[in-house]
Structures are given as C-alpha cells and as structure tokens.
C-alpha cells in the first residue's frame, strides 16, 4: 500500500528545463510545489568542480550524467511490422537524469524559433500549394504565433543570460554587419550580453560563407560573454571556452542551468519543495479519467508514495512525457493505421550532416580543445523557408554551422577520409591534423508523418516492471533529400575554406536510422500542441485536452522537428503557459480553450 | 613559442627512462607464451623504445590474456617514430583497472533480455555479453584463430602477421564462435584509445604520451586568451592530479 504524502497545489515531474520554470513562476503565484525528481541532486559544487569534471572518460565516455539506462531505455524499430529492439547503450541521444536533467549536461545554443516553422503546414500550403506536402507527412501548425511567444523568449534569454547580436529591435536594424542575422525575427529588447568571441574555426566559416554569397551571423549561446545577473539574482562568470561543455557541468558558473540559474532563487522560497531520487511511475486519475488526483513515485528506498495535488505538471523530457501519458491514460493513444488517437502521434527528431574540413600544419591552428558549447558562426541562408524550395520538391531547412564546443581526444579524434582507425598510420594522422581541423554541421529540420510515432512496447519493461516506450522511426525520402541538398550548399563554404581535405558525412538514399550514432537529443513531439484536439494531445496553453489539470511542457509539443535547437522554445512555451496558469486557469480552473 | 613538447624533449624522456629503469618481463609472460609481447614487437624494430616499468599486477585477466592484450595494443597504437604508443601510455593497465568497474560488468546498460544477436548494426549493440566477457571470450578465440591459421598464438607472430590478423577481425570476415570477431575487436580499439587518451588518474595515458603526440592541454580548461588566435598552443598537458608534461 502506498503512503499518501500532504497534498500539494502543484506536482512537477522532471526538474530539467522545463520542470525548473514551472516550479519559479507556479511559486512565484502562491502555489504549494512539489517537484519530483527521478535522478540524484547534482550542482555546480561538487559534481562540476574543477579539475575533477576535465574528465572525458567518466563524463562523456562513460556516460556520467545521462540517463541511467540499464532501468530504463526505449526500444527502437525502423516500421510498423518490425521488432523493436532496445537501446541498450546510450549513443543516438543522451538524454538527462538528476536535478537541472539534461540542461545540466546541454552545450546552450539558445535560438528562439523561425515563425515559418510554427505555422509549417498552413505556410507551406500557401506558398507551394497542398500537393507539395508529400503523402504520410503530418505536419502541423503549433497554434501559437512568434508574436504571441516574443515576450517569454526575451525573458528567458534574460533567465539564461544569452550572448548574441540582435538583427533588428522593434523593427530597428542594429545588426547589420556586426554580425547579426538578417533572417531572424524581430525582438523587443537585445540579448543581455553581447555574443562571445569567435574561435579560429568559427572566423573561418565566417569569412568563406562571406566569399559564398551566405549570410553569416554569430550563434546566439546560453555560455556567458562576461558576468551577467539574471532576473532572479543568480550571478554568471565569463565563459572560458574551456571545451568541457556539452555532456559536463560548467565549473566556471557560465553555462545557463536550471541548477545555476533558477535554483538558487527557488531555495529561498518557503512554498518549494524539491524531491530527489523520486521516480515518477504514473499520474493518478480519478473514475471518469477527466481528472488527475496526483502522482506515484518510487523513493529512494524502493517504496511506493502518493503525492497528491491539484495540478500536475509533466516537464520530465520529450519521450518521457508521453510515456507518463501512455502509462497513465492521459488521452488517446495514436494509432498509426486509421491515424486517429494523439497520445505519441508525430514524433520527429534531427536531420543531421556534418564536413570536417582538414589543414595544413602551416595553413590554421584551430585547436578545436577551446571551445564552448553555445559558441560559433552560423548561416540561415537555407535554413526554415529562407530559400524557394519550390523547385527542390522537399520540405524543410537546415543552418549551418561551426559550433566548436570543444573536441577531446578519446571521442574527438578524426582523421582525414582513407586514414586506417589504428596503427602507424592512424597515430601520425592524429598528431598532424589534431589542431589543424575544423567541424561544421547541417543541422537539418526534421517533418513529421504518419509512421514515425511513439507507443508502448509489448515486451520490454524498466526496473519497476512497467513497459518501455517503443519509437517507430525511420528516415523517409523527404528528409533524405533535403539532407543531400543541404551538404551540398554547406560544401560550397567548406571549399571555400582551402583545406587540404574534406570529409562529408551525409545519409545516403535508402538509410535507416542508426541507433548508434550520436545525432542530437533534440526529440519531437507525441503530446504535440494544436488547435483541434482530434489532432493534437494538449492545447496552445499546453494543456491536456483531455485532464485539463494536467499541463505538458517539452519538446514533446512540438507537431515536427525545426531547423534550430529545440530548448530556447521549449523554455518560451513553458513560460507561455505559466502565464496562463497563473492568470487564467488558477482563477477558473478547467479547460482554457474549449474542444 | 615554447619548445618544451619538442620531439626531441620527447625522445630525451625516453631515452632517459630507458637508462633509469630496466625493462621488466611481463607478469605471467613466461606462463603464456616462451615469448612475450614486449620481445616480439620489439624484434621488428630496433628502434623503438622500451615499455617503462610496469609493476602492475592485472587483476582480471589471466596471463594468456595479459600477453595478447600486451600485442595486441602495441599494434593499435604502435610505438614508432612519431613516439610512444599503448604500450608506454600503459593501456593494459588502463583496461585492467576498467574490468573492475561497472563498466565492465555491462552494468551502465540495458541488459533485460530478449537478446537477438543477428539484429541490423543501426540498433546498436544487442548481445548479452558484458564488456569483461567480450574479452574473456574474445582472447581465447583470437588467439585460438592464430593457433590454427599459423600454429602460434597472437602474441608469438611477428608485427606484419598480428596487423593482417587484427584487420581480418576488425571487417568481421573471421567467424568466431561465441560473439562477432568485430564485436571483440571494436571494443578492444575503444578500450585501447581511451587508455591511450584518458586522464592519467584511470591509469593510462601515463606522462600524458596520448595528450603530448596531439598537443591537447589535458585539463587546463582555460582557454580565454587563445580563442582568437591562429597559432600553436605552446603549454604542455596537466592531469587532473597537477601532474606537468
Ligand atoms: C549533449 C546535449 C547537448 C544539447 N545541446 C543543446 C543546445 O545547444 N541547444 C538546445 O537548444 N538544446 C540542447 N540540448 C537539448 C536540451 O538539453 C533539452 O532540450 C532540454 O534540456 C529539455 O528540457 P526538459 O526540461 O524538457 O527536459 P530535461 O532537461 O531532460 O529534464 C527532464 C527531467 O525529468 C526527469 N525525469 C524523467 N522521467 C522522470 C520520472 N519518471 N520521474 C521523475 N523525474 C523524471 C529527468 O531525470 C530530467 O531531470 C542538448 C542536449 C544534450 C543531451
Ligand atoms: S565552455 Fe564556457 S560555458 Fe561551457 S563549460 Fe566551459 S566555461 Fe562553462
């Protein structure tokens, strides 16, 4: 028998991003909050600590901060009459475990969202016509404008301390030839700190996309350009560019994090309560499964809790949401033969290609060891619907850039194309091109379609018993295309660069997605937002058409997969429904927007 | 610029360590094989420098395994013109100390069966074997392989023969028994490099030889003055431990 805790205003499941927000500004509105978190309390002092965390091998090589999958994976098959099979190593993506998930461990490109791709289905109908979009693809509008999210992206850029060049602030252009990029939306105020410095690599994409006729511009990053202060008294140090970013903690208090950014200001509040090594295993549903009552967890020791609450809020990361929803009966689940039910409907990931381009010991020292994980120059030329891609017959964009974020040696060395993996060879390739090599990547967009989606697995189960969730995904023509397109406008900047040699990484026709190689942790949707709520699972607030005390922030919202990085919408839409939280649903709880 | 990470400084060091220290036999060599790793890579080529000392006892693997661990990773990362290689970065240590963690035990993995061993290579690795047993079992059919194909064990075949062994087991075109030659093998370089390239705090990468053949600073971490210029990083590695190359 369970034992039921004191009932609280609010349960959050999942202290990443998402979880952290929510908790600030459900507080902030005289709620009780209880957060819960599966994974262990992890901070700056001491897991972050410095030298101790300048480890490859223990953070990145064996997995540190990542999920513990050895109790709990997904299982992956490429279609509908296959076999999944589990993920049993991390590789593909790393998602978080612990206070702050995977914000702890994430390198901070922090982009807001091209308004293009909030509107995907109805734009590319307008301009291209219906027949464009090919059969099975289920793309879909979010239902939310960019004007409408403009202010919560511009206060959590202010929450994360952004560095970045404005293009244009109140329609006033202020970035020109500074390094701001002409393709991005207007904003209300600048970024709090000015971009960071630009590495050798990233100067050298600045200057050949220059010679290409591209418009570069500096990516904007949640890695600090010089001490900053955020709305809620947390104090940021310089970036050092020390190239142990993405996959460690920041041991110079210069990477944005839950942990360091809005933690801090949480502590402080009387009516915060925040729960470790608390594993969240269903949300609780009263008889008529309109209501939620609270949540079930495992505590440390292996026992059953009950929290109860009035509301609950599942910030527990993409996958993870929409199997709480699956486990618990929170809306239909998706059927992908008659394409009815929403429950793990459109799930969509990345679509990446990647040239590292190779220099003369004489020609660029690019010591891709500095580095810092938000940091770099980016193109948008190709990017969201940037281009006409009327004569190209696919839907999508890609920027492109060079992010270095720091490469070490056990993960990082690469060597010229033809080079053996080991021997003499191998060694002498190592030591010429270790410091004279850059990377730079397409960081494609990804649709969604009728096929690609997330249920629960009939075989396999985590450590508590219960199943698994299963993807079903696969690349698809559309994307294939766009990818092969999109190198090829990328190597026109890599050749431009002069290299000694080039090596293009790009998916083939015909290739099945690979479970094994790390591609982003930029995982789509399955309680996607919309405006119907036969098509989507929660409403523009977020909120479940079907529990409507049940709130779902994460990229899980997301209908398809955009051209950025996913979690600078991801924090916008959470403060986005806070919003609502506090000014429409507290005083009236029930649906915001009726079906 | 500083010339401290020179080649030459390099091969000062050794030369000096080699004149400090005698070589010592491998643990168990003589158990294993009349001949030891350490002798047979170092009769095809004179030139190369010694293994440092080595008092390390292996604490997982037997002592066949020791001496084809020894080969094996003289090979992958040889010792040659351009330094020191596994050997000297002291990489069969670095996977001893890794069998006793949970690495090795396959513990940081989902291990629930069903288990389908024929899967697709894009799902990623699906046997039921742990780290530890890849090699217990990987070793013996390695060398087993050699034995019939060359009547002698790994360890005992000269330089060449070893690197057309270790190719026919990296593209899987050798059937072992009880896992995938490539299975063996891709762990086997993994291992290898990361002992090559790890913090010298896991027991590899000893006098930072990995960090010092790429000029990657190890754990300096600390970067703001270079991010804008285009020129060699003259500061040689620190470990985490302080330890200066
Ligand atoms: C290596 C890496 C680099 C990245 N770089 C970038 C980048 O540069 N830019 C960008 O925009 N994005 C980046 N991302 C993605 C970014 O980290 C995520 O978008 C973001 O962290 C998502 O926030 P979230 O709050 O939705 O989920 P998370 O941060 O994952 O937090 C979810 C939390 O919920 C917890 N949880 C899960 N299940 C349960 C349960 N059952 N019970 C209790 N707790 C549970 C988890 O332990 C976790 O702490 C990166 C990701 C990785 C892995
Ligand atoms: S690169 Fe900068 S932001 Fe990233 S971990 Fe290092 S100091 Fe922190």
């Known amino acids: 028998m369970a034992t ?352 590292k381009a190779y220099f003369d010991k004489d020609a660029h020292h690019t010591n891709p060891f500095i580095g810092a994980g938000g940091n770099g120059v980016a193109v948008d030329d190709f990017n969201a619907d940037n281009f006409d891609h009327g004569p190209h017959g696919f839907v999508g964009g890609s920027p492109f850039w060079v992010n270095q974020a720091g490469t070490r040696p056990i993960a990082g060395i690469n060597n010229p194309p033809g080079t053996p993996e080991w021997g003499s060879q191998w060694k002498a390739a190592a030591a010429d091109y270790y410091t004279h090599q850059l990377s730079m990547d397409a960081h494609g967009a990804h649709q969604s379609y009728r096929d690609n989606y997330l249920d629960l697995d009939p075989t396999y189960k985590d450590a508590y018993g219960q199943p698994l969730l299963r993807m079903t995904f696969d690349w698809k023509e559309n994307d294939l295309r766009m990818t092969q397109f999109m190198v090829e406008k990328m190597k026109k900047i890599a050749e431009a660069m002069n290299p000694k040699a080039l090596k293009v990484s790009v998916k083939g026709a015909g290739s099945h997605f690979n479970t094994a190689s790390y591609q982003t942790t930029h995982l789509n949707g399955g309680a996607i937002m919309g405006t119907d709520p036969k098509t989507s699972a929660v409403n523009k607030y977020l909120q479940s058409w079907d529990v409507p005390n049940v709130f779902v922030p994460g990229a899980s919202a997301f209908p398809q997969g955009l051209g950025y990085n996913p979690t600078g919408l991801v924090a916008a839409l959470t403060y986005w429904s806070a919003r609502a939280i506090r000014e429409q649903y507290l005083k009236n709880p029930g649906p915001l927007v009726q079906a | 610029m500083s010339n401290e990470d020179s080649p030459n400084e390099r091969r000062d060091f050794l030369r000096k360590s080699l004149t400090l220290i005698p070589v010592v036999t491998l643990a168990g060599a003589s158990l294993a094989s009349p001949l030891s790793a350490q002798e047979s890579s170092a009769k095809h080529d004179a030139n190369k420098p010694a293994a440092p000392a080595s008092h390390y006892e292996p604490s997982y693997f037997t002592a066949e395994e020791w001496t084809f661990l020894h080969a094996a990773v003289a090979r992958l990362i040889p010792t040659d013109e351009r330094g020191p290689g596994a050997i000297e970065a002291g990489v069969p240590e670095y996977i001893d100390r890794q069998m006793g963690t949970s690495y090795a035990n396959g513990s940081l993995w989902y291990m629930q069966g069903p288990f389908n061993a024929n899967a697709a290579p894009e799902f990623g690795y699906q046997l039921k074997l742990s780290p530890k047993e890849v090699y217990r079992l990987g070793i013996a059919a390695a060398d087993n392989w050699c034995h019939q194909q060359h009547g002698k064990l790994f360890a005992q075949l000269d330089a060449a023969t070893q690197d057309a062994a270790l190719k026919q087991f990296e593209s899987g075109k050798v059937a072992f028994e009880q896992l995938p030659a490539k299975t063996f093998f891709t762990q086997l370089l993994q291992n290898t490099k990361e002992g090559f390239f790890c913090d010298p705090m896991h027991g590899g990468n000893k006098n930072m030889v990995g960090w010092k053949l790429i000029n990657f600073p190890g754990a300096r971490a600390d970067f703001m003055d270079w991010v804008e210029r285009d020129e060699r990083y003259p500061f040689p590695p620190v470990s985490i431990r302080g330890e200066r190359a």
Not at chain 1, 97 to 122: C, I, K, Q, T, Y
Request: aromatic share 12%.
């Open chain 1, 4 to 355: 039921s805790m004191k009932k609280a205003d609010a349960v959050i499941v999942g202290f990443g991003w998402a979880g952290a927000i929510m908790a600030k500004e459900l507080t902030e509105a005289g709620l009780n909050v209880v957060a819960l978190e599966r994974g262990p309390m992890q901070d700056t002092y001491p897991e972050g600590s410095y030298p101790q965390v300048i480890d490859e091998l223990t953070y990145n090589i064996r997995r540190k901060l990542f999920q513990d999958i050895s109790k709990e994976t997904v299982t992956i098959r490429h279609g509908v009459n296959d076999v999944a099979l589990p993920n049993r190593q991390l590789g593909a993506f790393l998602p978080g475990n612990g206070v702050g998930g995977a914000g702890v461990h994430w390198s901070g490109v922090h982009f807001r969202v091209d308004p293009v791709e909030l509107r995907m289905r109805s734009h590319y109908e307008e301009r291209y016509g219906k027949k464009f979009i090919p059969e099975g693809m289920t793309i879909q509008d979010f239902g939310v404008t960019y004007e409408e999210l403009e202010p919560y992206f511009d206060f959590a850029e202010k929450v994360f301390g952004t560095s970045g060049t404005a293009w244009t602030i109140n329609g006033k252009n202020v970035g020109e030839g500074k390094g701001g990029n002409p393709f991005a939306p207007d904003r209300s105020t600048d970024f709090p700190l000015v971009a960071q410095k630009n590495t050798i690599s990233a100067q050298l994409f600045q200057k050949a996309a220059t010679e290409v006729g591209y418009h570069p511009y500096n990516l904007p990053s949640a890695n600090t350009s010089g001490p900053y202060t955020n709305p809620y008294g947390a104090q940021m140090g310089p970036c050092n560019f020390c190239g142990f970013c993405s996959g460690y903690v920041c041991y110079m208090y210069s990477k944005a994090s839950p942990n360091l950014n809005i933690l801090p200001a949480l502590k402080q509040e009387p009516k915060f309560e925040l729960r470790t090594n608390a594993y969240v295993l269903r949300v609780n549903l009263d008889s008529d499964k309109r209501r939620a009552t609270g949540v079930t967890y495992v505590d440390a020791q292996g026992q059953e809790i009950e929290q109860p609450a009035d509301l609950v809020i599942l910030s527990a990361f993409q996958f993870h949401n929409v199997r709480l929803m699956l486990l618990s009966g929170i809306g239909k689940p998706y059927d992908p033969k008659t394409g009815e039910g929403v429950v793990g409907k459109n799930f969509a990931y990345q679509n990446m290609a990647t040239i």
